[in-house]
């Protein structure tokens, strides 16, 4: 019984003990990381397609802001295309001049004589009938005021009715991405922000079980050499004998 006091110290010992309580990442600290870190992938990939698609296009649009422009004449054009051309004119209010209407600017790239172009592949009949009631619900129009975006670089006798790519359309893009960008980097603050307080807590642990180790150690010092004064009891023996 007398190594009981020193036995007891080895077993507290601070070294067994930071050893027994140091802190390990868990699968699921692992898997919060490994998915943090995917969705800050994914949002700066999808800011590179939005950047390129939408964000670009806005922001190097050649279509001004939205003025007046008063209905002057629509035509209906047989022969100039494979299908039906629909001409529709306008007058600029702002600038004075003439130009030719379109419905938005990937209308003027892909057919910039004509306001109409038909989706689908339809017979030359109903390719007619279509054009002639857009036709007239154009001349129903005449003399009115719409609303238009006038070119400011290339189509200097173009209008269009509606700009696709807006700088308001750029934002709400963008909103996705910053969110998954955002949710990625709070998702892994967080599993190193409880990973970091818990190595703080094993190592206050740590330093208060090595203050009470020290202190066993120096009682079963003092209880070894307090046991072995002659004429002392012998711990050993037996308190019956």
Avoid at 45 to 64: A, N, Q, T
Wanted: hydrophobic residues 40%; proline residues 5%; aromatic residues 8%.
């Amino acid at each position: 019984m007398q190594y009981s006091a020193s036995s007891q110290w080895r077993r507290n010992r601070p070294g067994e003990k930071a050893k027994a309580q140091a802190p390990v990442s868990s699968v699921g600290e692992e898997r919060a990381i490994l998915l943090g870190f995917t969705m800050i992938a994914f949002s700066i990939l999808m800011y590179f397609v939005v950047g390129i698609v939408v964000v670009k296009p806005s922001f190097h649009s050649d279509w001004g802001e939205a003025t007046n422009c008063s209905l002057i004449k629509a035509e209906l054009l047989m022969g100039l295309t494979s299908y039906p051309c629909l001409q529709v004119f306008v007058d600029i209010t702002a600038f004075g001049r003439r130009a030719r209407l379109h419905y938005d600017e990937v209308v003027v790239n892909l057919n910039p004589e004509c306001f109409y172009t038909p989706k689908s592949q339809q017979n030359k009949s109903e390719l007619v009938e279509e054009a002639q009631k857009i036709t007239e619900f154009w001349l129903s129009k005449q003399g009115q005021v719409v609303r238009c975006h006038p070119s400011m670089g290339r189509h200097p006798e173009d209008v269009i009715l509606n700009r696709r790519y807006t700088l308001h359309l750029a934002l709400q893009c963008l909103v996705w991405p910053s969110l998954m960008l955002f949710g990625g980097g709070l998702l892994v603050g967080l599993v190193k922000l409880t990973q970091c307080l818990a190595h703080l807590c094993t190592e206050i642990n740590t330093r208060e079980g090595g203050e009470g180790g020290q202190a066993m150690l120096t009682q079963g010092k003092l209880y070894h050499l307090l046991s072995c004064r002659p004429g002392s009891p012998s711990i050993e023996q037996d308190p019956g004998s």
